[in-house]
């Protein structure tokens, strides 16, 4: 009797070490679906993913570039994709539209988009711009931006220039005199892309001319995976922000890791460009991944003022700051 319930109690047990260790080490396959091509935006996903920052938290994570990155909001909110890098301009619009995407994570902390011109040019404020070509991608809500950006400077805004819709022929067309100046081109990428070839560029920042703060990229999931995996996207963007405050740290030896698994990408441009985000990862207090709700407010209500989204939409509940690094 005794050695049946001796061997009872070891089965017990083994039988629970063996669940636990099964439960542990349950690997989670998920899917992240990048805004563009990867560029120094994204080193410290591909750090995550070298230093085994996922693996770590059991997840095996797919990073991926979509044949059409315009479409991840759509694909992340189907739960084809787990995870997508996207705007908050975006999101918000998106929201607006009954999209049900929520951003986890402040990517980056400022607005990236921004209006250039030639500094061979001499034009040096949105003011100097006054009867003059202005290029842009076709997407509408830069028009809004722009407005504001040269209202801020005592113009009367787009009826005091010429909108040309150049795609995303930004820097060329300028370099062909088509336009005088662009605004929907990053300064983190197309400034120092224009710089390299010989043609520098005088920078006005959207948030320096009038147009509210806002994260340029946030990292999002949609609504129904956060309320029904908080453990998942608890992981996955503690790994992410691990990869990031590395990168932060030393954003050259980011970029070593980029070209790792990129081996396409233009070091030229991306060696600067991390240079330049390193200060813009960081959030409230040095954190990265923070959102404040005032950031989220104030753009908000900049856009429904615009009409660029419904009035009724709640911008408190686009995003959560429970995942930023603490």
């Known amino acids: 009797m005794k050695n049946r319930l001796m061997g009872f109690i070891l089965l017990t047990v083994l039988a629970c070490l063996n669940f636990s260790c099964n439960n542990s080490t349950e690997i989670v396959q998920v899917k992240l679906a990048l805004d563009w091509y990867p560029n120094a935006n ?3 996903l591909y750090i995550a993913q070298e230093k085994g920052y996922f693996e770590d938290e059991n997840l095996e994570v797919e990073i991926y570039t979509p044949s059409d990155p315009s ?3 759509q694909t992340v909110a189907s739960g084809a994709d787990e995870f997508g890098m996207n705007y908050q301009p975006d999101v918000l619009i998106a929201r607006s539209e009954g999209v049900p995407i929520i951003s986890v994570l402040g990517m980056v902390q400022h607005p990236l988009n921004s209006m250039m011109a030639l500094q061979s040019s001499g034009n040096k404020t949105p003011k100097d711009l006054k009867g003059k070509k202005v290029g842009y991608p076709g997407i509408p809500w830069n028009e809004d ?3 504001t950006m040269l209202e801020s400077d005592g113009l009367s805004g787009l009826d005091d220039i010429e909108l040309v819709n150049v795609g995303w022929e930004l ?3 300028m370099l062909s005199e088509t336009v005088d100046a662009i605004i929907g081109a990053y300064f983190t ?6 710089k390299n070839e010989g043609h520098p560029v005088n920078v006005m920042r959207m948030e320096e001319w009038g147009v509210p703060d806002y ?3 946030v990292m999002v999931t949609s609504e129904d995976y956060l309320s029904e995996n908080p453990d998942v996207v608890q992981k996955f963007t503690r790994a992410v922000g691990k990869g990031y405050t590395d990168a932060i740290s030393d954003p050259q030896a980011g970029v070593d890791i980029l070209k790792k698994y990129a081996p396409e990408i233009d070091e030229d441009i991306d060696r600067p460009g ?3 985000l390193q200060d813009l990862w960081k959030g409230k207090n040095g954190r ?3 959102q404040e709700e005032v950031r989220w407010v104030s753009f908000s209500n900049w856009m429904k003022a615009r009409g660029i989204i419904d009035v009724n939409l709640d911008p408190k509940a686009a995003f959560t700051d429970k995942f930023s690094t603490k």
């Open 145 to 147: 931006a722009l407005n």
């Open 42 to 44: 994204h080193i410290g």
């Open 189 to 194: 990428h197309e400034s120092i892309l224009l």
């Open 71 to 73: 479409t991840v909001l």
């Open 288 to 290: 990265f991944g923070t």
């Open 274 to 276: 991390a240079d330049l």
């Open 215 to 217: 994260y340029e990229l």
């Open 171 to 173: 820097g060329s067309s």
